[in-house]
């Protein structure tokens, strides 16, 4: 008898410290991601007021400056706030991704180099993928017509949200912005990661001599964060802008494929820690980590990716000299609804 009572209070004695031990660790990982939150830019309640629409003259073929850089000179461009917006479906939970291209001595808000909505469906698992064009022809709110990456330059990262917002009638509230130098430091923290790379590819990244030379075949390898970096900028390399987005989509994908392959939830936390030092976003911290818990512990592995404009929706035309592209916004707004909200991943 007293045996038996000895073994029961052994067990209760290694449960007890067992459930200490993952107190603490629960404790020290909340306290290290809240310590890491920050306030953001503010959510308000206010109406965007879109400009009158503009027609555009068209243009036969691939114009020839339609891969060059504008560069948008904002001294002490004013940063907006948010327009609070109700949720279209609660389960889908949608992020404004920026790649905000700042080199050398530049300031201010730097360019928007690259555009993506990562959304995430917390009832499918799924996550979709989608860029916007830097040269998709919008309506501005509160200003005028312009590229859609002008709206980053003139009012931050809270008019690039309002912009998307009011023109494809989405509830992005939640936005991450990644100066490109820190995405080498989020993708050399996963270990590289993996993405399909054409022959051109190959040559472009080789040529910068950035890493062991990469095999003259199309195929899938390990980049490390500088080869991902050369590749992210690529504007050279076939298709012009559309080739471009594809390639940070690819990057994205790869990131997020990385991530769901290889952390549990204490290297998770470790990833979140070091990557919010390159990352400026509202999202919480703790908010991530379920977030990726939740990514991590799901079965689905549906990561697919799409494109503003969708094919069929745009056309080249001409302003003032620049060339841009034109949409059909009506369907885009159409199609993209479709894509996050009724399409099911395979």
Same mark, same amino acid.
């Given at each position: &008898?007293?045996?038996?009572? +000895? ?27 809240? *310590? ?19 027609? =555009?003259? *068209? ?5 020839? $400056? ?47 180099? *690259? &555009? @993506? ?5 917390? %009832? ?8 916007? @064009? ?37 509830? #992005? ?29 190959? +040559? ?7 890493? $062991?030379?990469?095999?003259?075949? %199309?195929?899938?390898? !390990? ?9 992210? +900028? ?24 990385? &991530? ?11 990833? #979140? ?22 990514? =991590?512990?799901?079965? *689905? ?10 094919? $069929? !929706? ?12 034109? #949409?059909?916004?009506? %369907? ?15």
């Amino acid at each position: &008898m007293e045996e038996k009572t +000895r073994k029961k209070r052994k067990a209760y004695y290694v449960l007890a410290g067992i459930v200490s031990i993952l107190l603490v660790l629960f404790i020290g990982v909340y306290y290290t991601l809240t *310590s890491l939150n920050r306030t953001g830019t503010e959510i308000v309640d206010g109406e965007a007021v879109l400009p009158p629409e503009e027609e =555009l003259e *068209s243009i036969e073929g691939t114009p020839e $400056d339609i891969d060059e850089d504008y560069i948008y000179e904002v001294k002490d461009p004013e940063s907006e706030a948010i327009y609070r917006k109700i949720p279209i479906d609660e389960n889908v939970f949608n992020v404004l991704l920026v790649g905000s291209d700042v080199r050398g001595d530049e300031e201010g808000n730097g360019r928007s180099d *690259s &555009m @993506m909505l990562v959304s995430y469906n917390r %009832e499918t698992s799924d996550i979709r993928i989608v860029s916007f @064009m830097r040269d998709t022809w919008i309506a501005i709110p509160n200003r005028e017509w312009n590229r859609i990456n002008a709206a980053y330059a003139f009012g931050g990262i809270g008019l690039a949200v309002n912009t998307v917002n009011e023109n494809f009638e989405l509830d #992005i509230q939640n936005y991450a912005i990644v100066e490109f130098e820190g995405l080498k430091s989020i993708v050399d923290t996963l270990g590289g990661i993996e993405v399909k790379l054409t022959k051109a590819e190959i +040559r472009k990244i080789n040529s910068a001599g950035a890493g $062991d030379r990469i095999p003259l075949e %199309e195929g899938i390898y !390990t980049l490390n964060g500088e080869q991902v970096l050369i590749h992210s +900028r690529n504007r050279s390399t076939g298709d012009g802008d559309f080739g471009r987005t594809r390639r940070q989509r690819d990057v994205m994908t790869g990131i997020l494929a990385k &991530m769901k392959e290889t952390l549990n939830p204490v290297k998770l936390t470790r990833f #979140i820690t070091e990557s919010l030092k390159y990352v400026d976003t509202n999202l919480k911290a703790d908010t991530l980590f379920t977030l990726g818990l939740e990514v =991590l512990g799901s079965g *689905s592995s549906g990561l697919s990716q799409a494109r503003v404009p969708f094919d $069929d !929706t745009w056309r080249y035309a001409d302003k003032g000299g620049r060339s841009v592209v034109t #949409i059909d916004l009506e %369907e885009n707004r159409r199609l993209l609804y479709e894509y996050l909200y009724e399409e099911k991943n395979d």
